[in-house]
């Protein structure tokens, strides 16, 4: 055994849990770190308090000098808590989280220091942002981007910094991050929503879309991914045989959580509550290690930067614990994957949940105005949300037998299947008396009865609906939930403005009624939205036979996918509702492009340098031991030495075999890699990194996996799968 992988599984086996003490309640803990309405309304005066809550509920301008009463504030309070510094926090394109701190500390001429933070300094910042992926929206050499505060998502404190959650946008004015679209995006569905909510209740105001996102991870010793220099690099294993025992026995799905990952948990819970990230599930997932995360639900953009946020105390909290976090999508092959389903509603400022079935008829047919509305969106765009998720990593898991295919569509159980069965017969222009009385009371009605017990889950389906909100299930653990949620919402935001046309049409026109209207166009969409509704199993290959027949998508590969993000259709519909232009689709594109590349590039050096310096070095040790044992029984044995040494005569043709392939396929990746380089177009690149070198991967892989099952176990140099998922 290399010294390497001996002292990781030693340090891996001395390991003691963490003891974690919880001396408050967490309801006496939750968002002492967050500078958040109560704090607001104890420290600011009331025109400010004001300002800032119209700016945080109906998006007004807050003025500098009121900017300055904030920032003032909001410094005392900071430096009650002991902090030092603040920065601008955002999202920048890689899709991580970015901070600059300063000091509060400032020197004022001949006479010392003070702590200073001015509305300026809250509102507006300009971070050297050259090094951040832009698209081509800005030249490096004018590298001029600003962040300026959201008000919508509160200050925090973290560690000894006080963050204030930012937009990053180009001086030119288009958007350098993920939040600013996402902005746009739930401003559009806010408008698009009350608009249709008007139908059936004039009371409506505003409507705020909701995330409950649910993060897979696996937690792998320290010393484990020390010792695994692919882990380390690349988030996953590039390399290594299966181990014996995997997860067949489905032992550890919501079995008990081992006491090193409960005491990480609990640690990080801590740092949630203080964060105001309202964590509240917690158990084991399907494969060894894995483990998922749940929040309560909250407003989409505070949901999606507290997932931001989230990812960042994940990995901080492991090292106090001796974890490394992998929130690949698939960090290990032949064990399943991580997700982060992202489950998403409407609810309006009345507070009633858009996706949830009421108590009367006329709520319900609200209910059914969105759910369908909302299906129909998802036929209609099915393949710009497969381009929403994806990504090098994710490509791993969508599709590969264990999540949700790269084929979009949508399960809705049998009981709502059969209602829209009903309403495909509505009919065509003014319903009858008792045909209204009909549906008020046997279909709409009957709604919430329905949906009480609707226990039928099916786990194979990419977007589901359960019960009261639509669970997107394909996006992937790494992801920033930003992109998908912009997306989704931009999505039906559009659908419900041309549902809000048409239904507008009928009443004028053909003087129907409201209802009437609403039912006839309905009727249409279930019509028009058939092929995005499966009901079965996802993960078989008679959907993929099925899904193509219907006309959906199923774009296998990123760069495949990714084209959907710039189709017309595509810029028209974010142009149309404002959420980012042409210049800024076309910089995420480009973006995602790069990152695909880069990501397959080094995962290609990684693996080379692997197999090549690490595996085939090792092989040879043990075919020079072999070599000499059967030179010994030679001696021994003398002309009849081939009877005695048999097995080691073909195990060092094996390994010669395998050790020549490694040899051939390095040479080509290295050689595809260099043809994929020159080739001008990202597009066409991107391509040629998939289909030319990506395989590869796979390929060298074989050999090495091989090797592993013949070396002796005393000389390999690598972690092996059991250690990496049994050792705790
Ligand atoms: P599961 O889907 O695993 O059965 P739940 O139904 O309890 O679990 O919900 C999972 C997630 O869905 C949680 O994060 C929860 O906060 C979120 N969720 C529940 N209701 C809503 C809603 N109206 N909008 C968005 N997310 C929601
Ligand atoms: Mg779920």
């Not at 640690?267 to 509550?273: A, K, R």
């Amino acid at each position: 055994m290399s010294t390497l992988r001996f002292f990781a599984i030693k340090e891996t086996l001395n390991r003691k849990p963490v003891v974690i003490t919880e001396e408050k309640r967490r309801s006496e803990i939750f968002g002492q770190n967050v500078y958040d309405s109560k704090k607001m309304r104890q420290t600011l005066t009331s025109d400010a308090f004001v300002s800032l809550t119209n700016a945080i509920e109906k998006g007004g301008k807050i003025d500098r000098t009121i900017a300055d009463q904030i920032a003032s504030a909001m410094k005392d309070w900071a430096l009650s808590k002991g902090v030092t510094h603040y920065t601008h926090w955002f999202q920048p394109l890689t899709g991580a989280t970015a901070e600059k701190h300063d000091a509060f500390f400032e020197t004022i001429e001949n006479n010392g220091a003070i702590e200073k933070f001015g509305g300026t300094q809250l509102v507006q910042q300009e971070p050297d942002a050259s090094s951040f992926p832009n698209g081509g929206i800005r030249n490096t050499f004018e590298a001029r981007g600003y962040t300026a505060w959201d008000p919508t998502s509160p200050a925090f404190i973290y560690g000894t910094t006080l963050c204030i959650p930012t937009v990053f946008v180009a001086y030119t004015g288009e958007a350098l991050d993920y939040k600013t679209p996402l902005l746009r995006a739930l401003q559009a569905v806010d408008t698009a929503a009350v608009a249709v909510c008007k139908y059936f209740d004039k009371n409506v105001k505003k409507v705020n879309a909701s995330l409950g996102w649910e993060q897979e991870y696996f937690l792998i010793d320290s010393a484990l991914v020390s010792s695994r220099p692919d882990i380390q690099l690349t988030g996953r294993t590039l390399l290594g045989h299966d181990s014996a025992k995997g997860q067949q026995l489905d032992d550890h799905y919501f079995g008990t959580i081992p006491n090193r990952a409960m005491s990480y948990m609990r640690d990080l819970e801590t740092e949630c509550m203080l964060l105001g990230i309202p964590v509240k599930t917690r158990h084991n997932e399907v494969a060894p290690n894995q483990f998922e995360l749940a929040p309560i639900y909250e407003e989409a953009n505070l949901a999606v930067d507290h997932n931001a946020l989230l990812m960042d105390v994940m990995d901080k909290v492991a090292e106090r614990h001796n974890f490394k976090v992998l929130f690949h999508e698939k960090p290990f092959k032949g064990i399943n994957g991580s997700g982060k389903h992202n489950n998403w509603s409407l609810s309006t400022d009345t507070g009633v949940n858009l996706l949830s079935p009421g108590k009367t008829p006329m709520s319900n047919l609200q209910f059914l105005a969105f759910f369908i509305n909302t299906i129909k969106a998802v036929n209609d765009n099915e393949e710009l949300l497969r381009a929403a998720i994806a990504s090098a990593s994710n490509d791993h898991r969508l599709g590969a037998n264990e999540a949700p295919p790269a084929i979009i569509s949508v399960f809705i159980g049998e009981q709502l299947t059969h209602v829209l069965n009903e309403l495909e017969n509505v009919t065509n222009g003014k319903l009858s008396p008792q045909e209204k009385t009909d549906l008020k009371l046997n279909v709409v009605g009957k709604i919430p009865e329905i949906l009480l017990d609707n226990t039928d889950r099916n786990r194979t389906s990419p977007f589901a609906f359960t019960g009261n909100k639509f669970e997107f299930r394909a996006v992937g653990s790494r992801a920033n939930c930003a992109n998908p949620m912009t997306v989704l919402n931009s999505i039906v935001a559009k659908q419900l403005k041309d549902f809000k046309i048409e239904v507008d049409a009928l009443i004028i026109k053909k003087d129907l009624k409201k209802d009437e209207a609403v039912f006839n166009i309905l009727r249409e969409y279930i019509k028009k939205s058939k092929s995005v509704l499966f009901e079965g199993n996802g993960y078989g290959d008679a959907w993929e036979k099925e899904a193509k027949k219907r006309g959906l998508s199923n774009n296998k590969s990123t760069p495949e996918a990714l084209k959907a993000k710039i189709s017309k259709k595509a810029l028209d519909l974010y142009k149309d509702l404002g959420v980012m232009n042409a210049t800024e689709v076309e910089a995420r594109y480009e973006i995602e492009l790069e990152d695909y590349i880069m990501r397959i590039q080094i995962e290609g050096r990684v693996l080379g340098d692997l197999a090549r310096n690490h595996i085939v070095p090792t092989a040879v040790k043990y075919q020079n031991i072999l070599i000499e044992n059967v030179k010994g029984l030679k001696e021994i044995y003398g002309k009849d030495f081939k009877k005695v040494s048999l097995a080691q005569l073909e195990l060092i043709e094996e390994i010669s075999k395998h050790i020549e392939s490694i040899n051939k396929l390095v040479n080509n990746m290295t050689e595809a890699r260099r043809k994929s380089n020159q080739i001008k177009s990202i597009e066409d690149r991107a391509s040629a990194y998939c289909n030319t070198v990506k395989p590869l991967l796979d390929d060298i892989r074989y050999p090495c996996d091989k090797l592993e099952l013949l070396v002796d176990d005393e000389l390999w140099p690598l972690t092996k799968y059991r250690e990496l998922l049994f050792t705790t």
